[in-house]
């Protein structure tokens, strides 16, 4: 089976595409991680479109990289879908570009190795998400677009690109007034509101097939706030216990009401004094997946795969977990 990793910047380029709110997406990172767990596959050529600006250091051999040019990124990015069995897109939501990959990869009839296009629909809009969610009586931070009358019980608001990746371009306001007058000062802006939740921000890394749920990391974030904007610094893989399944019960009724859902998928929580509530859901890698082999000492990519040819996969054996540090600095893990 010939994979060939379809990396955002050479797909938004194809469709003149800009990626102002996934510049926290971190592909790269992202993309060493993937190669690396993917290389160790026996029978698994990989193929990798990369952009003639653009370097990555420490490449697998196994892996076939192309290079394109600015001006023929869109033909050759088709070549390598053509040539292939299957994509795996490695994009954000932003803009549309992981649907779009995502939907382009079964119009050539090639095996999507993700999400559905209208699960990535769903889950790549913060707004649709929270409706969907709370429908399902899951507990959701509300999200809100500018003109929605908006509760009066919240003494901060976050204001977020509906579709954005990461910390990107996230801004912090103590009132609602403040938060609507910047998004009236920027036109063509589509944002939310959503309240600031107090708690402790993390994440939850899946590995999802047809009938089956594996929870593979509970991952503190490391947020901060500097000029009214938040930041990510990183996240701490495994850092948080599940020792109640309580995140695991949640992770699955989550996947339960977003109906495609498959393979990598990451749900961002707030685990606060009454219990975790749900901030968005990436149907995509997340960051904390370049620390989940050193983490759990399985090859996740492999346990994918696996669950791919054969229509299921074993779960991990139960062992102490590690805690791995990821930079977003430099994305290096570390213990």
């Known amino acids: 089976m010939k994979i060939f990793i379809c990396e955002h910047a050479c797909h938004a380029l194809s469709a003149d595409t800009p990626l102002s709110s996934s510049s926290d997406f971190r592909g790269d990172v992202l993309l060493s991680a993937l190669l690396a767990d ?26 076939n990289v192309v290079i394109a040019e600015d001006d023929d990124s869109a033909d050759v990015l088709a070549r390598c879908i053509a040539d292939a069995d299957a994509v795996w897109p490695l994009a954000p939501e932003s803009h549309g570009l992981l649907e779009s990959i995502s939907r382009t990869t079964l119009q050539n009839g090639k095996l999507l190795i993700g999400s559905s296009p209208d ?3 769903l889950a790549g809009s913060k707004y649709l998400t929270s409706q969907v969610l709370r429908a399902a009586g899951i507990a959701m931070v509300p999200t809100y677009f500018s003109t929605d009358t908006l509760p009066r019980n919240s003494h901060a608001w976050i204001v977020k690109p509906d579709d954005g990746a990461g910390c990107s371009d996230i801004h912090l306001f ?19 509101l959503q309240p600031y939740v107090a708690g402790r ?29 938040i930041h990510s610094l990183g996240s701490t893989v495994n850092s948080i216990s599940d020792s109640d399944g309580r995140l695991e019960r949640l992770a699955r009724r989550v996947v339960a009401a977003i109906p495609g859902l ?7 929580i ?5 219990g975790p509530v749900v901030l968005e859901v990436n149907p995509r890698m997340t960051i904390c997946h370049a620390g989940l082999h050193d983490s759990i000492g399985v090859n996740p990519a492999g346990m994918l795969i696996d669950m791919l040819r ?25 213990r």
């Open 38 to 63: 993917l290389s160790r596959i026996d029978d698994l050529p990989l193929t990798v479109l990369r952009l003639a600006s653009a370097s990555l250091r420490d490449l697998p051999d196994k892996v």
């Open 119 to 121: 699960a990535v629909h």
């Open 174 to 192: 103590s009132n609602a007034d403040l938060a609507r007058e910047w998004i009236a000062a920027r036109s063509a802006c589509n944002v939310v």
């Open 201 to 229: 921000p993390c994440s939850l890394s899946l590995l999802c097939g047809s009938n089956e749920v594996f929870l593979l990391g509970c991952s503190e974030q490391r947020i901060a706030a500097a000029d009214n904007q």
């Open 262 to 268: 498959w393979g990598y998928v990451g749900i961002d």
């Open 270 to 274: 707030i685990v606060t004094e009454q």
């Open 310 to 334: 054969s229509g299921r996969c074993s779960e991990p054996r139960h062992h102490k977990k590690r805690q791995v540090s990821i930079d977003v600095d430099n994305g290096l893990p570390r």
